[in-house]
């Protein structure tokens, strides 16, 4: 597609994003913030989700055992949502719209309901592929939480550092993505 | 500081996942379904290059290896793995590239995130009760990592120097991304 790198530059550019992000302050990672967001919101509405507690590692608590892992590390970063993870992923929009709007790769309106291959096998109306890709996100975020990271954490800064979790993670991605795609979508 | 390096950085990698096209979820399903390897390419070749410039900087002590972070090893990262790779494959998108596809103007990548808000919150309520079962098994130890390079995190193969290992892993990457085939 026009604008778009090839796979040379590409990797060269996002294997500098990945080595730069944690020469200067940690890997990079994004599902998380999923639940940052979450958490975000639900502490609009409870008063009981996010508590100050002097007793806790991170200085916060929560009555949701996942929020008060690791020392209410996210219960933190829920109370402070100006936090670098959280401010990281918001700027990531950004940076896509800039790229989008400084020569990058354009999708057209019909790639903007569904892409291409889609509409090849299932048609042009979107709705069928809006409710798809809802159930597909539910998926895609609990098994990234269940995993511990998605593909930027485990797959991209996890194998860079040789960790064995990153090798693990795409061995379970890709033995089930890959039949998947090829039932859903065909070879041909 | 650190804010301004998450906005600079973050501004960085949405960039770079646009212009790589990894925001087109047409390129990740052709990438599942074998038909288009541009993106394998591009990751493995990253990857490689990233990890043998990380581990000589590391090693020379440009880089501090207290920067690293190594997650856990157990069961549910390989579960959770298989269950993010089937709604990938029929996405198109990760958490990363389903929500800087929102900044192509694509309306399918609403819905993603949407359905990512959700099941994060699942998984949320639902960790209480399933925290303690074999899904969290250790496989290795947990936070193990193949090469040394950090004292925190324990080598997987520490008779193999890690600068060595991680050179040798990086090389194979490369090599690999070099050979695999654009277009099957």
Known sequence: MNGQL????????????????????????????????????????????????????????SSNAYLNKSGGKYAKNIANPINYSF?????????????????????????????????????????????????????????????GGCTSGHMMSGMMQTSLSGYLFAIGAFAIGVPAAIFVYKRH | MTIFL????????GFALQRVGATN??????????????????IFFGIGFSSILLFILMAVGVIDAGHLSVKSSYVGVIVGG??????????????????????????????FVGGGLVGALI?????????????FTKIAGGKVMLATGSDKFQALLPMIPGTL????????????????????
């Open chain 1, 87 to 147: 401010i990281f992923v918001l700027a990531m929009v950004v940076g896509a719209f800039l790229s989008s709007r400084l020569g990058g790769p354009q999708p057209t309106t019909l790639d903007r309901n569904a892409p291409e291959i889609w509409r090849q096998r299932f048609g042009e109306n979107p709705t069928l592929r809006y409710v798809t890709v809802f159930f597909a996100g539910v998926l895609v975020l609990f098994g990234a939480r269940l995993a």
């Open chain 2, 123 to 135: 998984y949320t309520l639902l960790y209480g009760s399933i925290q303690g079962t074999w899904l």
């Open chain 1, 6 to 61: 090839n796979w040379f530059k590409g990797g060269l550019l996002l294997g500098a994003v990945f080595l730069i992000a944690v020469a200067f302050v940690k890997p990079i990672g994004v599902s998380t913030q999923f639940v940052i967001a979450d958490g975000i919101v639900w502490n609009l509405f409870s008063d009981t989700v996010v508590q100050k507690d002097p007793e806790s590692k991170s200085g916060y608590s």
């Open chain 2, 25 to 42: 979820p047409q390129n990740i399903i052709n990438m599942m379904r074998l038909k288009d390897l541009h993106l394998m390419k591009a």
């Open chain 2, 82 to 111: 298989a269950i993010l790779g089937l709604g990938f494959a029929v996405a198109g998108y990760c958490p990363g590239t389903g929500l800087t596809a929102i900044a192509d103007g694509r309306k399918d990548a609403f819905f």
């Open chain 2, 165 to 184: 290992l991680a050179l040798i892993i990086g090389v194979v990457f490369i090599v690999t991304a070099w050979k695999l085939p654009e277009k099957v």
């Open chain 2, 6 to 13: 998450a906005i600079l950085l973050g501004v960085f990698f």
